[in-house]
Nanobody, 115 residues
Framework: QVQLVESGGGLVQPGGSLRLSCTASGMLFSIYTKGWYRQAPGKQRELVAAITGGDNTNYADSVKGRFTISRDNDKKTVYLQMNSLKPEETAVYYC?????????WGQGTQVTVSS
């Protein structure tokens, strides 16, 4: 059974940083594309960052230079380092792992950016 579990969300002040983690089980983690998505209230879910099994990365334009996606295949964990956070980035952040037509999702972790 494939499971993805996120952690690391919480409340942070504008300009602050958070590091999200997503740990997988039940899959050959290294070959999957891993991604972070977010969904704010009343808005569509959007891709924030992704990393392929070959270590190619892709970022939303709004987060380039501030966010970094990385992974540790031995720990079956993907990370999202978020710096200089903005209030409009308050959202539920979801971990995704996919290959071809297969997609798996975590339960989400709340990130709130507020003073």
């Amino acid at each position: 059974q494939v499971q993805l579990v996120e952690s690391g969300g919480g409340l942070v002040q504008p300009g602050g940083s958070l590091r999200l983690s997503c740990t997988a089980s039940g899959m050959l983690f290294s070959i999957y594309t891993k991604g972070w998505y977010r969904q704010a209230p009343g808005k569509q879910r959007e891709l924030v960052a992704a990393i392929t099994g070959g270590d190619n990365t892709n970022y939303a334009d709004s987060v380039k230079g501030r966010f970094t996606i990385s992974r540790d295949n031995d720990k079956k964990t993907v990370y999202l380092q978020m710096n200089s956070l903005k209030p409009e980035e308050t959202a539920v952040y979801y971990c995704n792992a996919g290959i071809n037509h297969l997609n798996y999702w975590g339960q989400g972790t709340q990130v709130t950016v507020s003073s």
